[in-house]
């Protein structure tokens, strides 16, 4: 049993049987392997990313990352270790350890970064290799709260929000070898004061001017009620240039313990503090006496707003404590906050809560499988062209009474109440459910679209004993009984002996096996982004309509996306494009719908692909895997025709591309079951380095966790078929219609021509005009007695003399003695 981690004698507490809330990894537990770090593969040089044995004895185990410069061509000498999707709570700080071998080169990089789930923003802090020893363990922190306070719009991880992405990013020519990395731990969630100014009694709280400096006021230094409001008070120190550029405050004999590892400073700085300026932390220890500052320049500071600075305490005893060591003696000599305006500042600065920032205190909680309620058949969901109800069951669950590390497995069956998760017939929907989800969205499909009875289980999987183990079911309170549930009907992906594909911009050759019947046009169910509120099914912003067809050598994909400005930055998850999820496997065949965490390059267990299309990339790189990485397939077959107000995209790829690119080895056959899932993104932000403003989804539940990563979440899925299936909704559209109703016209919005279908519930008059916005007639397309029945006709935007009319908006007007119907139709050439 572990019980705790000696590092140059400080000791960092890891309670038995679960790593603590704060501990993202410390690598002691071989079943935990790299708990979630890999190569993600943004540069080539990475060798392998593995837990092992701590080669140099500090601990049981680190974290192995093998480096060869050679991999990577000059300017891209460089490796990403990724860790994704985890919360930092409300910690301050990321800490890590990391041990550098002495052919590491000065001028290499280690560059922390991260992305939040929300705006994706790259942002980083940079270690150069000269400023960091080699062959010792060192300290090196990520600073979230102040990168947060810089750029709160683009960067703000904390919740609801988490990390997207967080990791090391290292750059190192001429370098091969092996970096070790270990403890990455959040800091601060919890801080412990050394001043904080809120207690009137307490006044200064031991802070006086140092006199190293004369630009101290009279009275310079207060304890005033907080101008910002954002706390009671705060300690103000006011500079008259007048007297001297540098005032020097102090505070004696501060107590120290081995788990303070950052000290922390708020400070408000006035829009006058010069740019040439700066503030120094230095902390003295009562053993050396020896002058340790941390420099922030006026600069790098935020005007007229809280900044937050750091002062690595624990980082900089790893790197010398041969001159610096506050932690034997338990106590500073001096703590020091050094201003030096250079120039003819005169003005006050605001400082306040002056903290330590450390691990917090192991949590406990009894490892159990938790409770779920499950609400069948939810009816919020619908299809914004059909009217159908996009049904779905709604799985909550409570987490476990304190952060253990844990995480959570949803099971489900059709075969009767699940008590055993091994026993036959029980599915794994999803699994590796970090803390913090409490809900999963589980959309169910069937040919037709009736009813399913189902039955859910929820287990947990953490640490006993060291062990990684998986409790069991607890009947009566971590599964359900009978759920009676209305489902979706699935899509079709048509099979075929042989397609005339023709990579021409033209998607005749796709709307042609949707003319025989088969369910293949694949559009919006759910708009999201920043204009979604405006989004209708007639919006000209973004639309689209899909196809998938299959063959036995070929996938083959078409989409006609409506697009009022269709440009892009060339990553097709950022700006105009287009991304597609599936799965080169057959649901059927599984006893788990989960393939790994990150299905995107094919997934823990193969077969998860993501891939798609940008308009704005160069040429040769529209093909992109993971929403920006360009790959071109041999034997791609590919077309883009960007026209004003739109544009197509069609293209195929051999199996045998895809299969060698996912790690699968997928020959598609009849009625087999495939998930899949589509997004269309537009960007027409004129924010510089912002991104997509409006999403259609395809074949998603909006609210599942990393919805976008996992296959399991990959809703729609789509049954591969040689003929179109009959189901019972279709045959009753084939008999007599009960009632009359003109259906929206498809393509909309179109070019060149449209389909429209219309029904008649008995023998009458009918008439179908088409009118310009202004309500002059520009074309009768039915007039005239029909019997009972559907039909369909189609309109080709010519005008009553066979003239082609503009681009614009026109209204198809259907009138009967008992029904009246219009619709608007896009025509967009």
Known sequence: MKVTKLVFGLLCFVVAGALQAQVIADFEVPALGTQ???????????????????????????????????????????GTLEKTNFSPKNAHVLSLMIYLPASFPDGGEIQFFAQDNSKWAHTTEVYKGSDLPKEKWVVINFHIMSLHLANPSNFNPYPPNQFGKFGLDIWADGFTGEILVDDVTLLGDTPKAISNFEVEALGLDGWFSAGWGPGLAPDGIKRIVDPTGRSTAVLSVTMDASLGTRATLEKDNVSISQSDHVIGVKVWVPSGFPDNAYIQIV???????????????GSDLKKDQWNELYYDVLSMYTIDNSSFDPYTNKTWGKLIIDIDQNTSFTGSLYFDDIEYYGPAPPPSATLESPPITVTGGMTDLTDPFTGEILYYNKIEWTDLSADIGETYNLYYSEQGKI?????????????KIPRGVQVFYHRMYTVDGGEKTVYYAMTVTGLENNQLVEKPVRDGISNSNAVRAKTSRLYEIPLVDSFNFQADGYLDEFEALAQQGFRCRLRNEQAAGDEAGAWTPESTDLNFTGYIVMDSQNMYVGMQVVDDYPHGDGQCWAGDGFDIFGGLYDVRTLNSLFRGTDCQRGGDLGGGYRFGSAIGASQGDHIQVSGYDPWTPTGLKYAQDIYEGGYVVEFSIPFSELNAKFNASFAPQNGMIVPLKIDVNDNDSSVAGNYRTLQNHFGDVPGNFNGWMRAEAWGAPMVITRTPVVVGVDSKEVATPQQFALSRNFPNPFNPSTTLSYS?????????????????????????????????IHWNGTDESGASVPSGVYLCKMVTPEYTQVHKMVLMK
């Open 36 to 78: 979630g770090f890999a190569d993600n593969g943004w540069g080539p040089c990475l060798t392998g990313v593995n837990r092992i044995a701590d080669p140099t004895g500090r601990s049981a185990g680190v974290l192995s990352i093998g480096f060869d410069y050679t991999k990577g061509a000059e300017g891209n000498r460089r």
């Open 760 to 792: 008649l519930a008995h023998e009458t008059e009918v008439s179908i005009v088409v009118y310009d916005i202004l309500g002059k007639k520009i074309q009768t397309l039915v007039e005239g007695k029909q019997k009972a029945g559907s039909y369909t």
């Open 283 to 297: 902390g003295q220890d009562n053993i050396y006496w020896a002058w340790h500052p941390k420099v922030f320049m």
């Open 419 to 431: 008590t055993d998760v091994t026993a036959p017939g029980v599915i794994q929907l999803s699994t």
